[in-house]
């Protein structure tokens, strides 16, 4: 057999070398990103037993793939146990993720809890249903959480998804909300944390497909088309596609509130406010110095004050 490649078999080689070098260079930035999302929320410490739970969507099984990459080199010793609530929904391919965590022997429970009856009893037709489903999975998983004796539980949020929420709790809301990186649940006995706050949606695409992660869709409110979320979503991916970056900076914009620049009187006291008589260099200001000069900005009228 020659051992010169043909034109065809040379093409192929390159594209193949190309793409393996791209899928490193991921691989290398999600665990960068998810490494320092850990880092600076101090989510996962010493002897910590993480409840990773496991949809069977691309976030969730991109974040167990990432935690078990991370485990290997991490400083602290951590254990990790996947949990995917099976929800009962019609045609749900029950086997696919027992067949996955076994053959990469990942410890896994599967809680099995028709909340799906209830999802439709409960919503009519048309309505949205993740409001409802989010509640019943949230208070399940935390009661596994305890049987299991797990110490944090991992859910797959990424950056995106905080953002989405951010703009839904202030278009819809009335708050400047988000989903926090790390939090204390309601109940104030379960620690929740999101590794992937830092990470954004297409790197996560592109480490599914790499992957070939075996992704099971949710026919409960995924074809629901109309959702806001999904509306928000289309808003970011717009933004970002016409102004790169843009999203980037939103979202360390959450990382740098001012409260005396914005008007909630209970984070920051307004009507206590005194002169000082001192100056003060991040005060009187609209705009940070980044930000353009007015006069240089068409069509906008300075006012001398």
């Known amino acids: 057999m020659s051992a010169v490649l043909t034109e065809n078999e040379s093409v192929r080689f390159d594209r193949e070398r190309r793409a393996e ?8 930035r999600l665990c960068r ?7 600076d929320y101090n989510m996962v410490e010493q002897g910590d037993r993480v409840m990773v739970c496991l949809s069977g969507g691309k976030d969730s099984y991109a974040l167990l793939d990432i935690l078990l990459k991370l485990k290997q080199r991490a400083p602290a010793q951590f254990e990790l146990v996947a949990v995917n609530l099976d929800q009962k929904q019609p ?3 029950e086997q696919v993720l ?10 896994f429970h599967i809680e099995n809890q028709d909340t799906y009856s209830v999802v439709k009893e409960k919503i009519p037709d048309g309505k949205t249903m993740c409001s409802l489903c989010s509640r019943l999975r949230r208070g399940i998983l935390y009661r596994v959480a305890d049987e299991l004796g797990v110490t944090k539980i991992a859910l797959g ?4 998804d905080i953002l989405q929420t951010f703009f839904l709790n202030m278009f819809f809301g009335g708050k400047l909300k988000a989903m926090p990186p790390k939090l204390v649940s309601d109940d104030g006995r379960h620690m929740v944390i999101r590794p992937l706050a830092y990470v954004p949606e297409h790197d996560l695409v592109d480490w599914a497909a790499h992957r070939r992660f075996p992704i099971i869709p949710c026919t409960l409110c995924g074809s629901q088309e109309n959702l806001q979320r999904k509306q928000v979503s289309a808003m970011l991916k717009e ?6 970056g843009r999203v980037d900076t939103m979202f360390t914009a959450l ?9 909630d009187g209970t984070q920051y006291d307004f009507r206590g406010l005194t002169l000082t008589g001192v100056a003060d260099d991040g005060g009187d200001k609209a705009f940070d110095p980044q930000w353009p000069a007015a006069a240089s900005v068409p069509g906008l009228q300075v006012i001398q004050i």
């Open 157 to 160: 949020h990424h950056r995106d």
């Open 239 to 244: 933004w970002d596609r016409k102004h790169p």
């Open 91 to 93: 045609g749900f391919p």
């Open 255 to 263: 990382q740098n509130i001012v409260p005396s620049h914005l008007a």
């Open 98 to 107: 027992p067949e996955y965590l076994t053959r990469i022997g990942v410890p």
């Open 21 to 28: 070098r791209e899928a490193h260079k991921l691989e290398k």
């Open 33 to 39: 990103l998810v490494g320092q999302a850990i880092g």
